[in-house]
């Protein structure tokens, strides 16, 4: 079955601590991206990667780091997480950039 | 600035009547626009979509009007319960404009009363 897994679903953690969300997609997409949904302001995105070892700052990638060692694979990492990084994270996959996006289930990200 | 408008936070539509979506855009560059569904506590699904060469798509009961200046509109004929869900509008710039990515509205949530 073609899709994008997201790690964890939900997590809650304090100011500074480190934390990384795994995203994997299983349909050989070279495009992938990271969104954050907020109330209000809809799907932002955060970063993309066009292909292994390329990445790009989205709209809003300031707290954020990405990595892209292997095709399928997408983790985004929070260095040192704040309470304005509480957010529902997307992670998305295509072919292309600017057509059809698969999306992960999403993880919710709670930061106290 | 938001470039993709979708001015209706919220739209409730009887059961089996039409519901209609409306989503604006101000960037001359899009040509491009996607629908997404969104349930909760799930990510976001493709609908359907259309160029801007295009007035019009068909899917089923969704229909896709893109008619007006930077304006578009997503019709759902008739609508259903399982309609309910957050629907997202999406734009994405004419290829090989060094900006490719979709951007997206702050989406309309859709209830449909039975």
């Known amino acids: 079955e073609a899709q994008v897994t997201q790690n964890p679903r939900y997590l809650i953690t304090v100011t500074g601590k480190k934390l990384t969300v795994t995203c994997s997609q299983n349909?050989?997409?070279?495009?992938m991206s990271w969104y954050r949904q907020d109330p209000g302001l809809g799907l932002r995105q955060i970063y993309y990667?066009?292909?292994?070892?390329?990445?790009d700052k989205g709209d809003v990638p300031e707290g954020y780091k990405v990595s892209r060692k292997e095709k399928r694979n997408f983790p985004l990492i929070l260095e040192s997480p704040s309470p304005n990084q509480t957010s529902l994270y997307f992670c998305?996959?295509?072919?292309?950039?600017?057509?059809?996006?698969?999306f992960g289930p999403g993880t919710r990200l709670t930061v106290l | 600035d938001q470039q993709v408008k979708q001015n209706s936070p919220s739209l409730s539509v009887q059961e089996g009547r039409i519901s209609i979506l409306n989503c604006d855009y101000t960037?001359?560059?899009?040509?491009?626009f996607l629908w997404y569904k969104k349930y909760p506590a799930e990510g976001p699904t493709f609908l359907i979509s259309?160029?801007?060469?295009k007035d019009k798509n068909e899917d089923g009961r969704f229909t896709v009007l893109n008619k007006s200046a930077k304006h578009l509109s997503l019709h759902i004929v008739p609508s259903q319960p399982g309609d309910s869900a957050v629907y997202f509008c999406?734009?994405?710039?004419?290829?090989?404009?060094?900006?490719?990515?979709?951007?997206f509205g702050t989406g309309t949530r859709l209830t449909i009363i039975p």
């Open positions: 998305a996959s295509s072919w292309l950039p600017e057509r059809s996006q698969f």
């Open positions: 349909m050989n997409h070279e495009y």
């Open positions: 990667s066009m292909n292994v070892e390329v990445t």
């Open positions: 960037n001359s560059m899009f040509d491009y």
């Open positions: 259309i160029s801007s060469i």
């Open positions: 999406a734009a994405s710039p004419i290829s090989n404009f060094g900006n490719e990515k979709l951007t």
